[in-house]
Structures are given as structure tokens and as C-alpha cells.
């Protein structure tokens, strides 16, 4: 079955540590979003990539990094730039057309230790 | 003003009832509109897609959009256990830009 896997389920960062949240989707989609979710707070955008070694800042960029290398593939770093990352992650793709739908993956949950 | 508002609930129902989700939204331009259910410690799941102004039914659920409102609409009918869970409205704005709505928490009581 198609669809985007998020990995780890459950991350634990140490005080000046980054981390990688890995996102893979079999959908062939072209475009990809990493969001963050917080209780009471809608689904804010931290980056998305259109295509293939290109990606743009989101509203909630600052102390985040991302890749494409592979269409399949966009990895999310929480850097220690990030000081509030305790967070649900929720990478999302879509096809070339960005008016159709997002799909979602389960989420990665990050807590601070 | 927020962009999208959604009553977070929590709205409890018994098992049976037509349940009534909501969201307003604040710019004109939106056109395609989206409902997501979203289980505890899951990722969104796309139950509803419309564009523009209408109804669209699918099974128990209906979506309905009210453009001159600025009012989007998902009920569920015979709500089930089952369903208990946070629905999430989502608009598209443009440049691969989409606005969500905070969520309403179901709860559907057997």
C-alpha cells in the first residue's frame, strides 16, 4: 500500500544535540511538508520542497533544516537553535498540483530530556 | 483574526446522533476546502475534499461549503463510537500555503 512513513515514533533530544525525523513516502508525489503540532494550535508549516534538491522556509523555519535528495525522501533536523522542540511532526506529500489534498504520516513525537 | 476558527470542544454525543462540525474562515479567495480525522498520537487523515461552494456526500459523512458565509460544514450521520476523535478543517490559500484549523475534539458515546 502507498503512503508516507515517519521514523522514529517517539525521540528524546538532549540539551545542545540535533536530531533527524525521517519522513519516506511511496506515493510518488512530488511535493513534501514537514508541520508542527502544539495543543491548541493548528498544523504550522516548518518547510516544504516542490521538487527534487530544492525546499523554501515555511512560517516556523528558524532553528530547522531540511534536504531533498530523493524525490521519496525529506528528512527534518531539529537543531539546538530550536529551544521550545517538544513537539508532534507531521510530514505531509502531495502531488504536483498543490490544490490536491495533503497525505499525512503518522507523526514523530519529540520531547526534550 | 485568525484565518480559520474552529470550536475546540470537546463535543460529546451518544452513539446514533448526526453530529455537526464547523469552521468559519476569513479570506474570500479560499477554494478548496478539506476535512481531516485525526486519532490520538496518529497523523491526519483526509476523510472529505471539495471545492467551492456545495454539498459532497460520501457514505455517512457530508461536506458542505457556504462561500457567501465564509462557513464550511462536516456532519456525520449514525456517529459511531468509532468516530471519537479531533477533525481538522483545512483550506488551501495558494503557493503551496494551507491553513488548519485548530480542531474539534469528538467524543461519541456508546
Known amino acids: 500500500d502507498g503512503g508516507i512513513t515517519q521514523s522514529p515514533k517517539y525521540l528524546f533530544r538532549k540539551e545542545g544535540q540535533n536530531v533527524t525525523l525521517s519522513c519516506e513516502q511511496n506515493l510518488n508525489h512530488d511535493a513534501m511538508y514537514w508541520y508542527r503540532q502544539d495543543p491548541g494550535q493548528g498544523l504550522r508549516l516548518i518547510y516544504y520542497?516542490?521538487?527534487?534538491?530544492?525546499?523554501q522556509k515555511g512560517d516556523i523555519a528558524e532553528g530547522y533544516s531540511v534536504s531533498r535528495e530523493k524525490k521519496e525522501s525529506f528528512p527534518l533536523t531539529v537543531t539546538s537553535a530550536q529551544k521550545n522542540p517538544t513537539a508532534f511532526y507531521l510530514c505531509?506529500?502531495?502531488?504536483?498540483?498543490?490544490?490536491?489534498?495533503?497525505?499525512f504520516g503518522d507523526g514523530t513525537r519529540l520531547s526534550i530530556l | 483574526q485568525k484565518e480559520v476558527e474552529q470550536d475546540p470542544g470537546p463535543l460529546s454525543v451518544p452513539e446514533g446522533a448526526i453530529v455537526s462540525l464547523n469552521c468559519t474562515y476569513s479570506n474570500s479567495a479560499f477554494q478548496y476546502f478539506m476535512w481531516y480525522r485525526q486519532y490520538s498520537r496518529k497523523g491526519p487523515e483526509l476523510l472529505m475534499y471539495t471545492y467551492s461552494s456545495g454539498n459532497k456526500e460520501d457514505g455517512r459523512f457530508t461536506a458542505q461549503v457556504d462561500k457567501s458565509s465564509k462557513y464550511i460544514s462536516l456532519f456525520i450521520r449514525d456517529s459511531q463510537p468509532s468516530d471519537s476523535a479531533t477533525y481538522l478543517c483545512?483550506?488551501?490559500?495558494?503557493?503551496?500555503?494551507?491553513?488548519f484549523g485548530t480542531g474539534t475534539r469528538l467524543k461519541v458515546l456508546a
Open positions: 505531509a506529500s502531495n502531488s504536483a498540483n498543490p490544490n490536491q489534498p495533503q497525505h
Open positions: 483545512a483550506m488551501f490559500k495558494g503557493t503551496y500555503k494551507y491553513i
Open positions: 520542497s516542490q521538487i527534487v534538491n530544492d525546499f
